[in-house]
């Protein structure tokens, strides 16, 4: 994705979570020489994660198939420095948008949709000791109220309304045309999205980005890279 596009989206996801009264940390709306500037120590929020994220699944067209997030929370599986067992991420989604369809062998999620247009959800059965979708019925979890599913089935998820999904369950979603766009939470067990993301049709979860004007953000995986820490 090019720097430029990464830069516009972040704006906009701001611009659109604030208008649903929706805050994050201040440190994200720092550029890099308010990073740089900074004198705190910020390894915590290095080693987790926690910031923007943004990504077209390795795609030419992000609105068509994208996904940008800010990691809010996050702890370290195994690790005796980051005990934190649980994770939050706030997500916008744009109509027909797709994130596409992967499961995760480890985490368990509850997506809520917190304002904004409907989320279509389509769920498969999965079968993660064999890294493939394996069709057939399941039980799930929505609004706290077990319902029996068949795979490849959609889900409306309107404002206020979640769904608890577990390893079987692979997903696949996007905002539902005409509602506009949604806002997204996530609450998790720890996030890895280097090593816990199954993406059964090929995706790409990290895109390389193309440098075509000064980034005005920082994305979580990219600390490091800019900032030397
Ligand atoms: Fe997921």
């Known amino acids: 994705m090019k720097r430029s596009e990464i830069n516009r989206v972040i704006d906009e996801a701001r611009e659109f979570w604030g208008s649903l009264g929706f805050l994050l940390p201040p440190y994200a709306v720092w550029d890099l020489d308010a990073w740089r500037a900074c004198c705190d120590d ?99 979890s929505v609004n706290g109220i077990r319902r029996q599913m068949n795979s490849g089935e959609k889900l409306i998820l309107t404002p206020g309304e979640s769904v608890a999904l577990e390893p079987i369950h692979a997903h696949k979603f996007y905002g539902e045309p005409g509602s506009g766009p949604s806002m997204i939470g996530e609450v998790s067990m720890v996030n890895d999205d280097v090593n816990d993301n199954c993406f059964v049709d090929g995706a790409i979860r990290f895109v390389p980005v193309i440098e075509d004007e000064p980034p005005r953000y920082l994305l979580a995986c990219e600390y490091r890279q800019f900032l030397k820490g």
């Open 42 to 140: 910020w390894t915590e929020i290095f080693d987790l994660g926690i910031g923007w994220d943004v990504t077209s699944f390795g795609e030419e067209d992000f609105l068509k198939c994208g996904l940008l997030l800010y990691t809010l929370r996050n702890g370290k599986l195994g690790s005796v420095q980051y005990p934190k067992p649980y994770a939050e991420k706030i997500m916008m989604v744009r109509e027909g948008q797709v994130t596409p369809r992967h499961f995760h062998w480890h985490k368990r999620e509850d997506i809520i949709n917190r304002g904004g247009g409907n989320l279509v959800i389509e769920l498969f059965r999965a079968d993660p000791s064999a890294n493939r979708v394996c069709g057939g019925p399941f039980s799930i």
